[in-house]
């Protein structure tokens, strides 16, 4: 990307100051990107989607409050896109307020509901009689904040000087170690394996009977496949009952064995979507599946060993 006509566009949720620009920025390629800003994470996947950009970048999971359900159900059920990579930021939320404000004059905190939703025990105790509203992100609520006397925002610290806003406090989540998860998604392509990867599927139930989820999970087991994550969502076609299953597992397509689960589910389960396989982020295990892969290979080399012997 030396120069602007190989420059990638990169679709990601704004104003400036966001979480999502910050985890951006931790990657060398995608912070020389074009960079490409929308309103909500459905809109950078549309706009993936329709070819306005090369790649969008959006939060999928957080260590306090769970996947980002959203996202997740967007890329389960109404987009085919493939999941090139992802990217765990380390998040401190602030409470954002115009110069002068005194949490007394607190009246509305604003910001993305996820993010709320992570400093709930402390915008309790704190702001008691504030109203909480929505905002698009908790950039766009750093910046909605800057033009409103008495409201405040739950931000990440880089909007204050963008926003012109003093701190109020910092490091405000219920829980230490808060972490989200991004991922950088095309409309085509699977990333190389790396020995360090990850692979996600959805996994539609034939039928909703005792007994469905096991037998999608001991095909993972039976070829010692770990499970990084493994969500129920409903599949917004049926009523009440009517789930799928999202799995993240440990491994590449790549990867024999991890293939062999592959098309055990697509036979027994029939409808399977692939999100992808990509590099993992943090520490990853892998030895397990590395043996696991080796007794694959040589229980096939057995099989056609005895189906040569077929007259």
């Not at 003093?166 to 998860?181: M, S, V, Y």
């Not at 991922?183 to 990867?197: K, N, S």
């Amino acid at each position: 990307m030396s120069s602007a006509a190989s420059r990638i566009r990169l679709g990601f949720l704004g104003p400036l100051g966001t979480f999502t620009e910050q985890a951006v920025r931790t990657q060398p390629d995608l912070a020389e990107a074009d960079h490409v800003l929308y309103r909500t994470m459905p809109d950078v996947l549309d706009a993936v989607d329709a070819g306005e950009v090369d790649f969008g970048f959006i939060a999928i999971e957080n260590s306090i409050e769970g996947t980002v359900n959203l996202s997740q159900d967007e890329l389960a059920f109404s987009h085919d896109l493939l999941i090139h990579r992802e990217v765990v930021l380390d998040i401190e939320h602030c409470l954002l307020a115009p110069p002068g404000t005194a949490l007394a004059d607190v009246k509305i905190v604003m910001s993305i509901p996820v993010a709320t939703a992570q400093c709930h025990a402390f915008l309790r105790a704190t702001v008691p009689a504030a109203d909480l509203a929505a905002a698009n992100s908790t950039a766009e609520a750093a910046r909605l904040a800057s033009e409103s006397k008495g409201t405040a925002a739950v931000a990440p610290r880089a909007s204050a000087d963008i926003y012109g806003l003093e701190i109020l406090a910092e490091d405000i989540a219920d829980h230490p170690g808060n972490q989200t998860r991004f991922v950088l998604v095309a409309r085509e392509g699977v990333p190389a394996p790396t020995g360090h990867d990850t692979t996600a599927l959805v996994v539609y139930q034939r039928a909703n009977e005792p007994g469905s989820l096991i037998s999608i999970l001991q095909e993972f087991a039976a070829r010692r496949i770990n499970l990084s994550n493994l969500l129920s969502r409903p599949t917004k076609a049926g009523g009440l009952g009517d789930y799928c299953f999202i799995l993240y597992a440990d491994g590449h397509i790549a990867d024999e064995v991890v293939a062999d689960v592959l098309r055990a589910l697509r036979a027994k389960q029939g409808a399977v979507k692939f999100l992808g396989s990509y590099p993992a982020a943090g520490t990853h295990a892998v030895t397990t599946r590395e043996h696991a892969d080796s007794r694959w290979r040589e229980a096939d080399d057995w099989v056609q060993a005895l189906r040569r012997g077929i007259r």
